[in-house]
């Protein structure tokens, strides 16, 4: 279980240490995830597991020690590794991650700022918060670095998808191609299917229109389905009927990328309790 969300931001770094062969390096080069007790990064350094580095952070001017876990994936550029803080009480990103101890169930998750200080902060939203984030693009919330409400927004600085959502991210659709704003937000979501039963999954995106989700299950293009969204165990939840539009072969082992279609109807709007509306 992890103890910290996760953001999936490119900034720039710095690592320094001392190859296999003795000799000492210093690259620059950048962080692909990011989270309490360490980050995948890339280098064109061939790091070996358990090998200590120290990280320098471009944006805070803060270093930390790291140990190398391991590679990830190779590509032309060098190769991605997960490494691990030595010391993760040092906020060697700048950014407040709440730590998980798995009692946590909130309705969206997002990575926000604000838009006094610029603070950033992975955010936990309950249900009503969420919807308020989903109609104004923004939340009214206490800034711990200013002291005071401020208005928080999501981050200016440049978010990158999760590796599973970039696909879905070329010249097929632009945003003025679509007909409602999306938004890269974490919200649970059940489906289910008269023959493929059910699942809680976890929305990559989100518009007035549909969302996006990850999935075990093999759907066809087309398939009709129910989603309740946000959906709460116990709770009252209300389905809609949707459509499977789109589908791509996902990141992880036997996983699929979908995106998905409500299908309008008279209580359409009212299933999912959430409106997105264009910021102003």
């Known amino acids: 279980m992890r103890t910290s969300d996760r953001v999936f931001l490119e900034i720039p770094i710095t690592i320094s240490g001392t190859n296999p062969g003795g000799r000492q390096f210093v690259e620059n080069t950048q962080a692909l995830v990011l ?8 280098s064109k ?29 190779g590509k032309e550029e060098g190769c991605d590794y997960g490494v691990a803080f030595l010391h993760p009480e040092v906020n060697v990103w700048g950014i ?6 798995g009692t946590e169930n909130p309705a969206g998750r997002v990575f926000l700022e604000c838009a006094n200080c610029h603070a950033q902060e992975v955010v936990h939203l309950d249900v009503f918060e969420l919807e308020v984030f989903l109609a104004n693009a923004c939340l009214t919330r206490p800034c711990p670095q200013c002291k005071t409400l401020t208005l928080w927004m999501r981050s200016a600085a ?21 007909k409602s704003p999306r938004i890269n937000l974490k919200v649970a979501v059940c489906v289910r299917h008269p023959v493929l039963g ?14 996006r989700i990850i999935s075990h299950k093999d759907y066809s293009v087309g398939t009709v389905i ?13 389905f809609t009927p949707a459509r499977i539009v789109h589908k791509e ?15 309008p109807s008279p209580l ?4 999912t309790g959430m409106r997105i509306t264009q910021p102003k």
Request: proline share 6%.
């Open 35 to 42: 989270s309490r007790r360490g980050a995948r990064i890339i």
């Open 45 to 73: 350094q061939a790091l070996v597991p358990q090998q200590n580095l120290t990280i320098r952070c471009l944006k805070t001017g803060l270093d930390t020690a790291v140990r190398v876990v391991g590679p990830i994936m």
């Open 96 to 101: 407040n991650f709440p730590l998980l101890d």
């Open 158 to 178: 440049r978010e990158e998808p999760n590796p599973g959502d970039r696909a879905a991210l070329d010249s097929r659709h632009t945003i003025q191609e679509r």
């Open 198 to 211: 059910q699942e809680i999954v976890s929305t990559e995106n989100v518009s007035r229109g549909g969302f």
């Open 226 to 238: 129910e989603a309740a969204l946000p959906y709460s165990h116990g709770a009252a939840n209300i």
């Open 249 to 263: 072969l996902g990141v992880g082992a036997k996983t699929f990328a979908y995106g998905v279609a409500y299908i």
């Open 268 to 271: 359409a709007p009212s299933l």
